[in-house]
């Protein structure tokens, strides 16, 4: 069953509740230090102020206590950037009014959905009220329609029309494309320092692919089976799991050399060892040259190319060469590549590719449920809703 897409309504006139994930990373001085979350929400935003809607948008940021306002996740900061791109003015508004009052050139955003008590138990009166504030509801937020919550999954119950917007209709193609038809050789990557939440994930992809490369905890985790790793970090109740992956499959490619500091620090000093020279205090925190090499040519013969997590700590120059020089080789590469989640994204930006990746999703653990071949909550209840929908309202364009 498809989805209702935003461009399959009459929206002149209308307000639209527009669901976006505009959950960026803003550093200790307030800055926003990836805007890809916030660019690639545009398209939706810019359609629905081009069709003469009415616009109300809102996002979650960070995990606040529900009830409890407190600035570090406001919204305010967002508004203040969206401000600056669309040139339109954004009122940020800290509670959920009943009538609100649209001005001409004005986007109404509300605060956090996460101030709001109920928001994340996908409470039934809250996602009522959300759906009572609007005509139609849009959810765009793909990387969080793996969560069941009020504003992602409960207002799809009660809002009269609901429909997917640009972004999510994007995801979800190219995703689709990817998974359903990959081309041979498949080779993934994951790495990252988010263990446990990406060990679900590596039996699927070890199915899937025809190599999977591990860096970062995942790998550490790996050698841990049965090398010294220091003091580098690593999930200790992951070691089964690695050691029954790794004994079912045979195309992991673990790292064989590595760069070692002895602190977290960007100033530590940088040793390049083998694998088997690992001392006590020595913490791993990127893959060496011989480990950079076999990555190069496997990736120079991949056709699909999925990417989650970097290979090392490369936020610390001095450890930054391994994910790099694979960025660069996936970015230089003809093979089909997707990349996803926060830290991905992050390298990526940094180091300028983000032209050279054939998609990139806003997805982490969206991503990464959707990669599992998990049900996306809110594109399940989507679906359910928009046949509902069409039989239902004279809004659709039929
Ligand atoms: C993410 O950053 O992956 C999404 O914004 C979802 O955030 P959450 O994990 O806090 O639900």
């Not at 919204?75 to 009052?101: F, V």
């Not at 409960?154 to 494309?177: D, M, Q, T, V, W």
Request: net charge positive; aromatic share 8%.
């Amino acid at each position: 069953m498809s989805i209702l897409s935003i461009l399959d309504i009459n929206i002149t006139n209308k307000i639209l509740f527009i669901r976006s994930d505009l959950n960026v990373p803003i550093n200790s001085e307030g800055n926003i230090i990836s805007d890809i979350r916030i660019r690639l929400s545009l398209p939706t935003i810019k359609y629905a102020i081009s069709k003469g809607a009415k616009i109300i948008i809102t996002s979650h940021l960070g995990r606040p206590i529900e009830g409890v306002y407190n600035h570090i996740f406001s919204l305010k900061k967002i508004s203040q950037y969206l401000e600056n791109i669309l040139n339109y003015k954004i009122s940020l508004k800290k509670n959920l009014l009943n009538n609100l009052n649209f001005k001409k050139n004005e986007i109404i955003m509300l605060e956090n959905v996460r101030f709001n008590i109920g928001e994340k138990h996908n409470d039934k009166e809250l996602s009522k009220k959300y759906a009572s504030l609007c005509d139609i509801f849009v959810m765009d937020a793909f990387a969080t329609a793996h969560r069941k919550h009020s504003s992602t999954y409960g207002i799809i119950k009660y809002a009269n029309i609901s429909c997917a917007g640009l972004l999510l209709i994007n995801e979800l193609n190219n995703l689709n494309k990817i998974f359903k038809k990959p081309k041979h050789p498949i080779v993934s990557i994951v790495g990252g320092s988010k263990i446990s939440t990406k060990f679900n994930v590596l039996n699927k992809l070890a199915k899937l692919s025809d190599k999977i490369i591990v860096g970062g905890g995942i790998a550490n985790t790996f050698l841990a089976i049965d090398n010294n790793i220091g003091k580098s970090l690593y999930e200790p109740k992951s070691l089964n799991l690695a050691k029954k992956l790794k004994e079912k499959y045979n195309n992991f490619i673990i790292p064989i050399d590595c760069k070692v500091g002895i602190s977290f620090s960007k100033n530590t000093s940088v040793k390049t060892k083998k694998i088997n020279n690992i001392l006590s205090n020595d913490r791993i925190m990127d893959i060496g040259k011989n480990t950079i090499k076999i990555i190069i040519d496997i990736l120079n013969k991949a056709k699909t190319i999925l990417w989650n997590g970097p290979l090392g700590v490369f936020e610390f120059t001095k450890f930054s060469e391994g994910t790099k020089i694979i960025a660069y080789t996936i970015a230089n590469s003809n093979a089909f590549s997707i990349a996803g989640g926060g830290d991905t994204l992050a390298a990526i930006e940094l180091f300028n590719l983000f032209n050279k990746i054939s998609y990139i999703s806003t997805g982490g653990g969206s991503f990464l449920n959707f990669v599992e071949g998990k049900k996306l909550p809110s594109i399940s209840i989507l679906k359910k809703y928009n046949s509902i929908n069409i039989i239902n309202s004279d809004n659709i364009k039929k």
